[in-house]
């Protein structure tokens, strides 16, 4: 949503929404994951900005409760 490429591990809320290599980078735990993921979001950080972007107005209101 800030415009920024999402690297993240498989848990939590971020498998609810990421899909690897479409709007995030999923890694695994370990620095050889960490930095192949790095990696990854500089070669394709436009692109995966953009479709994160484009998830969060599609799916979450920026408003007030009252306004969604």
């Keep these: 949503a800030c415009g ?6 498989r848990c939590g809320n971020v498998l ?4 690897d290599g479409e709007n995030c980078i999923l890694i695994d735990r ?3 994951g960490l930095i192949d993921g790095l ?6 950080r436009v ?3 953009s479709a994160g972007e ?5 799916k ?3 408003g007030a409760p009252g306004n969604r």
């Design 39 to 44: 990696v990854r979001a500089r070669e394709k």
């Design 47 to 49: 692109d995966i900005a």
């Design 4 to 9: 920024c490429a999402l690297v993240s591990t």
């Design 16 to 19: 609810e929404f990421g899909k």
């Design 54 to 58: 484009a998830l969060m107005r599609t």
């Design 30 to 32: 370990s620095v050889d």
């Design 60 to 62: 979450w209101s920026y």
